[in-house]
């Protein structure tokens, strides 16, 4: 049973944290290729992947990465300069 608990809560944020529909959002690919799973680019901010609420977070969190990436256009290395 404890098992299938990490997969339901997997499930439950890629239902909410993926929408291949949603252009404002991080993809599954960029999620995949940036941080493994979905399960651990919730928890890399601390937060659950079963909490519907940090789910919530996860979410604006996503937009937001999106957000300045689509600013920046993948060139944010030149700031640095």
């Known amino acids: ?28 690919k960029e999620i ?3 941080w493994g799973s979905v399960t ?3 928890q890399s901010f601390g937060l ?6 940090d789910l919530d977070e996860a979410l604006a969190i996503s937009r937001g990465t999106k957000e300045s990436e ?3 256009d993948g060139k944010s ?5």
Do not use: E
């Open 77 to 81: 290395l030149i700031l640095l300069y």
């Open 70 to 72: 689509k600013q920046t």
């Open 32 to 34: 995949k290729d940036g």
């Open 1 to 28: 049973h404890h098992q299938s608990n990490g997969i339901m809560s997997g499930a439950l944020a890629a239902s909410i944290l993926l929408d291949k529909d949603d252009p404002t959002r991080l993809s599954y």
């Open 40 to 42: 651990i680019f919730v």
């Open 48 to 53: 659950k992947p079963y909490d519907l609420d």
